[in-house]
């Protein structure tokens, strides 16, 4: 079983980047997946999810209306699109599959000018 997440970096206050995450080993058409982030010093928090079908999403208040998940079930992949970006959302950012216990290495996000 494998989950990695690419595209993180260096990006500007205002700017965008899109989280990849390609996954192997498990059925994964058939689960959830879920997108986190851990910031230094802090909890990690969910990000977003997105059901198996892709047909229902859900967001952190923070993030709500700046990201958008969304899942390739043709290609074991899925993404989370983020704009207007902000030095709060710093953080490695991980995707998972949470009802197999499933969890990428992460991919480190930082907002700065």
């Known amino acids: 079983v494998q989950l990695v997440e690419s595209g993180g970096g260096l990006v500007q206050p205002g700017g965008s980047l899109r989280l990849s995450c390609a996954a192997s080993?498990?059925?994964?058409?058939?689960?959830?997946m879920r997108w986190y982030r851990q910031a230094p010093g802090k909890e990690r928090e969910l990000v977003a999810g997105i059901t198996s079908g892709g047909g229902s999403t859900n967001y952190a208040d923070s993030v709500k209306g700046r990201f958008i998940i969304s899942r390739d079930n043709f290609a074991n992949m899925v993404y989370l699109k983020m704009n207007a970006l902000k030095p709060e959302d710093t953080a490695v950012y991980y995707c998972?599959?949470?009802?197999?216990?499933?969890w990428g290495q992460g991919t480190q996000v930082t907002v700065s000018s």
């Open positions: 998972c599959a949470i009802e197999r216990g499933y």
């Open positions: 080993g498990f059925t994964f058409r058939i689960y959830s």
